[in-house]
T-cell receptor
Framework: NAGVTQTPKFRVLKTGQSMTLLCAQD?????MYWYRQDPGMGLRLIHY???????AKGEVPDGYNVSRLKKQNFLLGLESAAPSQTSVYFC????????????????FGAGSRLTVL | GIQVEQSPPDLILQEGANSTLRCNFS?????LQWFHQNPWGQLINLFY???GTKQNGRLSATTVATERYSLLYISSSQTTDSGVYFC????????????FGPGTRLSVLP
């Protein structure tokens, strides 16, 4: 059981280039999330999705776009990368609304390290 | 918005020692989770604990929601416990998402 898979694991971009991070989950989870992790700041929510075809902004959405065309996939796009977007990106998923049931917990992918020069 | 603090920021232990990690939050929350990020970066859920006490092997957690804190206890620490421990809370005004604390970095020495 693969769980949550992120691709690519590493990427180096030049300022102004674009790229897409792919998150795939095989647990039939409804909710999916993209977080970024920066030193000393924990994880911050970029965008999330409560189901196929829906997306919503999180805490730090500027400079990113997302799409959820299929239930199992959640894509994070950078249209014009900036050095401030150098970070480790984590995708997560959960079965239902994370906080509405004690049975629901976040399952994370392994992370994608992005460097923007 | 809600503030989440964790203490201590760094902790170094000898193998076999016990430790207590603390998470304080500034407002009421619906729920709280503890995560362990291992040295390879993988994030693993440890506890989903909005209130009360839970135990899982050498680890246990207690959340006192009315006083806005949670504690994670690690007993008889092992080198494999090394990594960063995060608490994450769900405030009522943040949709259905978690706010993460800055983490406690634990190093267990052999």
């Amino acid at each position: 059981n693969a769980g949550v898979t992120q691709t690519p694991k590493f990427r180096v971009l030049k300022t102004g280039q674009s790229m897409t991070l792919l998150c795939a989950q095989d647990m039939n989870h409804e909710y999916m999330y993209w977080y970024r992790q920066d030193p000393g700041m924990g994880l911050r929510l970029i965008h999330y999705s409560v189901g196929e075809g829906t997306t919503a902004k999180g805490e730090v959405p500027d400079g990113y776009n997302v799409s959820r065309l299929k239930k199992q996939n959640f894509l994070l796009g950078l249209e014009s990368a900036a050095p401030s977007q150098t970070s480790v990106y984590f995708c997560a998923s959960s079965q239902l609304a994370v906080v509405r049931s004690g049975a629901n917990v976040l399952t994370f992918g392994a992370g994608s390290r992005l460097t923007v020069l | 918005g809600i503030q989440v603090e964790q203490s201590p920021p760094d902790l170094i232990l000898q193998e076999g020692a016990n430790s207590t990690l603390r998470c304080n939050f500034s407002d009421s929350v619906n729920n709280l989770q503890w995560f362990h990020q291992n040295p390879w970066g993988q994030l693993i859920n440890l506890f989903y604990i909005p209130s009360g006490t839970k135990q899982n092997g050498r680890l246990s957690a207690t959340t006192v929601a009315t006083e806005r804190y949670s504690l994670l206890y690690i007993s008889s620490s092992q080198t494999t416990d090394s990594g960063v421990y995060f608490c994450a809370v769900d405030p009522p005004d943040y949709g259905q998402n978690f706010v993460f604390g800055p983490g406690t970095r634990l190093s267990v020495l052999p």
